[in-house]
Structure formats: structure tokens, C-alpha cells
């Protein structure tokens, strides 16, 4: 028997076909794969009589229309791009089962005094560019002309990756809804943490969503002979950049931050040849800026001292800043009531993940609704959820959409 928890799962698996590198999941935006996604959700969407649409940024819109062609906007979504080798659920399952709750009203023939607009972000990691929430940013118009240059690991530009889609970055700025009447944003998410699994329930509500700054870090030392060139008369920028993620996850502890290197790479990268170069990246966040941006400055001081022992010479370049976002408080406690008229505990969390609407809470007030997920575990081929609570989602959804329909005049 389906439902729109069934659904929703059979949809996932339908997106995850679509992916770069057949038996993993990776989708990144402005890609083939990226077209196909939203083509798919744009033939859901159009199967269901509902107007469908591509925005300048390269992000899919479908819509629930209001009898009232003046009547304000409520956006539902999240993003259709994934990390490379992730899950199928993390952002996607934010956009079907809204889907589903759409096409359910839909054939209610049920009139919302608002407009009832779905996004599918094409880009809130930042896999392919390293600079995240690229979807999002252009519709609350905060699109930065710099990163047109910014390229790809292939060397391919940004600009050059628009051309390719078929879009004209120099138009991206039509993407923004920014100055729009948008009463609300609303993000369906799976947890990706562990919490709603430890206390057996199925949905949580967010409070705030953390903060994060993302940098590209480069060390430069000396390339040489493995063989000939003793140990103390070496500039090993490899070595170098290993000692910085030790100072970074030995500060990331004692500050009660998260922080992360996720990425290195040695130049030239000869199993016999001293590394002259390396270049790292960097994550760290908190729910509380100040308290992130301090520990910050411990890595960057500890790290100068042990580069300078070194001989090595440290830069660093800001690819991301995004500031902690509260999520409304309203919107907050109509998703409790929602969770609570199915017979559930309302469980308020906080999001160490970043999200689409740390940016949309720019043009709009936000809210979240998180989805268990099985371990905690995202990011990673193993991230699942179960159909009956994506059920759970889709119903609370849908009563908190009625209840805000209800209130709204
Ligand atoms: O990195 C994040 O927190 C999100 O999954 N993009
Ligand atoms: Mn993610
Ligand atoms: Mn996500």
C-alpha cells in the first residue's frame, strides 16, 4: 500500500540514479547529472499539473497555485545536489516529499491562501566549486560576481559551467526573490546526527542551525630527495600541513567546536620526493560564532609557531562564511503543534549541518523539520530513513501547511 512515505523513498531511489559515478551517489551542480535531476522532478511536477520552471541560477521551482494571483508565497525545498560518494536522502528527501504533499493537496483540491512554491537548490554543498549554499545565495541575490572564476577540479570556470548548462551567469541576478512577499521557508532534512534515533522518534524541530567557515590553507616548504636530504634540514610542506589537522582537531576539542580537514593534497606528490607544497581545507563551525571564531584564532596562532619552526610558509584563503541562523519561532512551534496532533514528543535540536535555509532566513523567517536517520549516519553511501518516517514527515508537513493556511488571512 503506498504512501507519501513510500513514495518519497521510491522517488530518492528514482534521483539517485542519476549520478556521475554509476554505484555511488554524486550529483554536483551544473552538471549533466544536475540536468537530468531537474528534468525529473520538473516531469513530477508537470504529471501533476503544476507549473514548473528553471530559475537563472539553475534551480528547479514548481508551484502549488493560490485562486488569489496576488497572494504571498510559502517556499518548501532543499537541495538536489550531493557530496561526492554521499547519501540519496540528504537534501533530496527535502524535496520529494514536499512534492508529494503538493500533488496530495493538489488532488484535495485543496486552495492555500498563499502560493505554495517548491526548490530545488542546484548547489548547497559546494562540491564542485567549494563555495556552498550557490543555489540559495542567488535567490536571496547575494550572488558574488567573483565567483565566476572560481574553477572546477578540472579547471573548468564557473561562467564556463553555466555556458555549458545553457545559463548566462551575467543574468544569474533573475534567480533572486529577494523583496518578495515569502511568509515563510521551510526545510525538510534528514537529522544526519544521531539524536532522534537515541530518544526512538521520527521528527525534530530545529532551533538554530550553525555557523560555518570553510578556507583553502596552503603550505610551502622545500621539495627534495627523500633519500639524500637529512630529517632536520627539511621544509616538508606535507608535514607541515598534518601538524595543522592535529592543532586543529586538538582545539576543536578543548573549544567544543567542530573542525574539520577534509581535504589535502601534496605537490608533487612523488613517493620519493620531499613534499614542497600541500594544501588543506578547512570546516569549522558552532552554533555560537564568537565561540567558533575563537578557536579559530587558536588554530591560526598555534599553527603560525609550528610553521615557523618549520621553515614553512602558511596562507590561507575564506571560500565561506555563513553566520549561525535561529530558526523563527513561530514556525518552530506550529511545526510542535503539527508533531504533537500526530501523538509525538515536539523534540527541539540545534544543526551542526549546514543548510539552504541559513541563507533563505536572509529574505524570509525559517524553519526546519528534521527526520531521523539510521545511525546518524550522512555523507555517506549508508545514510537511510525509513518509509513510515518519511510518512511521519509528509504528515506533519502537510498539517503544519493547513495550519499556517489557517492563519493566514
Ligand atoms: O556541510 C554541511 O553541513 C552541509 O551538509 N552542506
Ligand atoms: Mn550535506
Ligand atoms: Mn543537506
Known amino acids: 500500500m503506498s504512501s507519501i512515505g513510500t513514495d518519497a523513498l521510491k522517488w530518492c531511489d528514482e534521483l539517485a540514479t542519476l549520478t556521475a559515478t554509476p ?36 534551480n528547479l521551482w514548481g508551484r502549488l497555485p493560490s485562486d488569489n494571483p496576488d497572494a504571498p508565497v510559502v517556499i518548501l525545498g532543499s537541495h538536489l545536489d550531493t557530496v561526492p560518494n554521499g547519501g540519496i536522502y540528504d537534501g533530496i528527501l527535502g524535496v520529494v516529499l514536499p512534492l508529494l504533499v503538493m500533488i496530495e493537496l493538489k488532488q484535495q483540491g485543496i486552495s492555500l ?20 549554499l550557490l543555489g540559495s545565495r542567488a535567490v536571496i541575490g547575494q550572488w558574488d560576481p567573483n565567483w565566476a572564476s572560481i574553477k572546477d577540479a578540472n579547471g573548468i570556470s564557473m561562467a564556463e559551467a553555466f555556458e555549458r548548462f545553457g545559463l548566462d551567469i551575467t543574468a544569474v541576478g533573475d534567480a533572486s526573490r529577494a523583496g518578495e512577499s515569502v511568509l515563510a521557508y521551510l526545510e525538510t532534512h534528514i537529522e544526519q546526527g544521531p539524536v532522534l534515533e537515541a530518544e526512538d522518534l521520527p521528527v ?3 532551533t538554530a542551525i550553525a555557523g560555518a567557515r570553510r578556507f583553502n590553507i596552503d603550505f610551502t616548504g622545500m621539495a627534495g630527495h627523500a633519500g639524500t636530504v637529512p630529517m632536520h634540514l627539511r621544509r616538508d610542506a606535507l608535514a607541515a600541513a598534518s601538524e595543522f589537522t592535529l592543532i586543529v582537531e586538538k582545539v576543536a576539542r578543548e573549544h567544543g567546536v567542530t573542525a574539520t580537514v577534509g581535504r589535502i593534497q601534496a605537490k608533487p606528490g612523488a613517493v620519493n620526493v620531499i613534499a614542497g607544497n600541500a594544501q588543506i581545507s578547512l570546516d569549522i563551525r558552532s552554533e555560537k560564532d564568537n565561540e567558533r571564531d575563537s578557536a579559530l584564532d587558536m588554530i591560526w596562532d598555534t599553527a603560525k609557531i609550528a610553521c615557523a619552526e618549520r621553515g614553512i610558509e602558511m596562507s590561507w584563503q ?31 535540536l540545534h544543526s551542526g549541518a549546514g543548510h539552504d535555509a541559513m541563507a533563505m532566513a ?36 502537510k498539517d503544519w501547511i493547513l495550519a499556517l493556511a489557517a492563519k493566514t488571512n
Not at 512554491?117 to 548547497?124: K, P, R
Not at 575564506?318 to 506550529?334: M, N, R, T, Y
Not at 528534521?370 to 508537513?397: K, M, W
Request: hydrophobic share 40%.
Open 204 to 206: 525534530g524541530i530545529v
Open 113 to 132: 491562501p498563499f502560493h505554495l512554491d517548491l526548490v530545488g537548490f542546484g548547489d548547497e554543498e559546494g562540491s564542485r566549486f567549494s563555495s556552498t
Open 318 to 348: 575564506e571560500i565561506h562564511a555563513a553566520p549561525a541562523v535561529a530558526c523563527d519561532d513561530q514556525l518552530q512551534s506550529a511545526l510542535a503543534s503539527a508533531i504533537e496532533q500526530h501523538g509525538l514528543k515536539p523534540r527541539y
Open 362 to 397: 536572509a529574505i524570509c523567517p525559517v524553519g526546519m523539520l528534521f527526520v531521523r536517520c539510521e545511525g546518524g549516519i550522512s555523507h555517506h553511501p549508508d545514510e537511510s530513513i525509513t518509509a513510515e518516517d518519511a510518512d511521519v514527515a509528509g504528515r506533519v508537513l
Open 23 to 58: 554505484g555511488q551517489m554524486e550529483r554536483c551542480y551544473l552538471t549533466e547529472q544536475h540536468r537530468q535531476a531537474n528534468a525529473r522532478v520538473g516531469a513530477w511536477l508537470q504529471a501533476a499539473d503544476l507549473p514548473t520552471w528553471q530559475d537563472a541560477a539553475g
